[in-house]
């Protein structure tokens, strides 16, 4: 089992920064990667960024590349996601996941935060 937990969203401007993140208990290393998934009101859940559990290997998808990094706290089990120059459009609940592949697809992750809600405005 893991549990991850959010923590850091909030309201800021748009051109503004906020840094969530994501604790992680439990057998975490049993998984391979953690990823950083996204979902506005109305659209699907989609990926945002993606570390592996060691903290070795990152990957930002394209649409967020130069805005967006990932990175860990090895002694906290903590992995962050630093966003900054948002845009109203990276308004959206955001939630870390852990899951073995190497993916940003939702369903090749088996646990689940809660989420954090973050808003930018214009």
């Known amino acids: 089992q893991v549990q991850l937990v959010e923590s850091g969203g909030g309201s800021v401007q748009a051109g503004g920064s906020l840094k969530l993140a994501c604790v992680a208990s439990?057998?975490?290393?049993?998984?391979?990667?953690i990823g950083w998934f996204r979902q506005a009101p109305g659209k699907q859940r989609e990926g945002a960024a993606l570390?592996?559990?060691?903290?070795?290997?990152?990957h930002i998808p394209g649409s967020n590349e130069g805005r967006f990094t990932v990175s860990k706290d090895s002694a906290t089990d903590t992995y962050y996601l630093q966003m900054t120059s948002l845009k109203p459009e990276d308004t959206a609940m955001y939630f870390c996941?852990?899951?073995?592949?190497?993916?940003?697809?939702?369903?090749?992750?088996?646990?689940w935060g809660q989420g954090t809600q973050v808003t930018v405005s214009s």
């Open positions: 570390i592996s559990t060691h903290g070795m290997h990152t």
């Open positions: 996941a852990a899951g073995r592949d190497f993916s940003v697809r939702p369903e090749d992750f088996a646990y």
């Open positions: 439990g057998n975490i290393y049993s998984m391979n990667y």
